[in-house]
């Protein structure tokens, strides 16, 4: 069973994670908000990115919905010429994940986290079978224009509670952790 505090704080958690890494430049913008029933409707985007954070205890799944559209491409790629647009946006998904997976460590010891891969978004409509005890769907909004979307799923393995309050702001970019 997850804890509603839990529940608040892994919002908390992604939204705070995702508006500080998938903005890229200085004075752009990134609204994330939460998308009601996000379990029962097909997500945004022809693709998805998946990450995982997982613990003796739970399996986050975190799920960046997208398109390779011109406009993703010239948001994302930027000067990086060659570079295929996944791998980019790897990277960038990345990033999102291992804020969280720093915000999640001072609560639960010992979290190792995948690598990114990318599934059909269609995917994300069978979550419902690895039996999660919680589904939240968002809907991010880059510099008023460039939409994706984002699925978090928590599968837990046993009783969760923790609080997380978010005042405290970590500027902590380019660490390297070796496990």
Known sequence: MISEQARKSLDGIFIRAVQSRLAL???????VRAIS??????PDGQSMVVLTISSLHFRLLMMFHFDESPQALAYF?????GKPFREIFYETANLCCGAVNQELLKHF?????????????????FLRELN??????????????????????????????????GSAVEDVSGELELF
């Open 25 to 31: 430049h200085a004075g752009d913008t990134c609204e």
């Open 37 to 42: 029933d996000g379990a029962s409707h097909a």
């Open 77 to 81: 790629a930027g000067d990086a010429e």
């Open 109 to 125: 010891p010992d979290l190792g986290m995948s690598t990114p891969f990318t599934l059909d978004s269609r995917c994300a409509l």
């Open 132 to 165: 999660p005890g919680f589904t939240a769907r968002y809907a991010i909004v880059i510099n008023d224009s460039l939409r994706l979307s984002a699925t978090l799923c928590l599968c837990d393995y046993a009783s969760m509670d923790f609080s997380w309050d």
